[in-house]
């Protein structure tokens, strides 16, 4: 059992920069596959960059060089530093987790609750 809990929304200004962190609880966070998911009004949920528990990442085209994923498993935390924020980036963002070895879109059962980015014009 995996438990995610995010933080480090907030309103900015386009252009601007965020840090968004997720805290896990949980003695297996070592041996999942971690991810950043957003949303946005009337859109699908989409995976925005995952990690593995080595290091490996996937990122979705449209934030590659802009955002960057990371993981500390000594301390259960994940990031997401995200740089040169858009309008477009504006959504709420999920941490979330699975048990696997791929940080792509499938199979992924621990949510955490959630955290508004927004980005302003």
């Known amino acids: 059992q995996v438990q995610l809990v995010e933080s480090g929304g907030g309103l900015v200004p386009a252009g601007g920069s965020l840090r968004l962190s997720c805290a896990a609880s949980?003695?297996?966070?070592?041996?999942?596959?971690m991810a950043w998911w957003r949303q946005a009004p009337e859109k699908k949920r989409e995976l925005v960059a995952g990690i593995t528990s080595s290091g490996n990442t996937n990122y979705a085209d449209s934030v590659k060089g802009r955002f960057t994923i990371s993981r500390d498993n000594a301390k259960n935390m994940m990031y997401l530093q995200m740089d040169s924020l858009k309008p477009g980036d504006t959504a709420v963002y999920y941490c979330?987790?699975?048990?696997?070895?791929?940080?792509?879109?499938?199979?992924?059962?621990?949510w955490g609750q959630g955290t508004q980015v927004t980005v302003s014009s």
């Open positions: 949980g003695p297996t966070f070592k041996d999942v596959v």
């Open positions: 979330a987790a699975k048990f696997g070895f791929y940080p792509d879109e499938r199979g992924y059962n621990y």
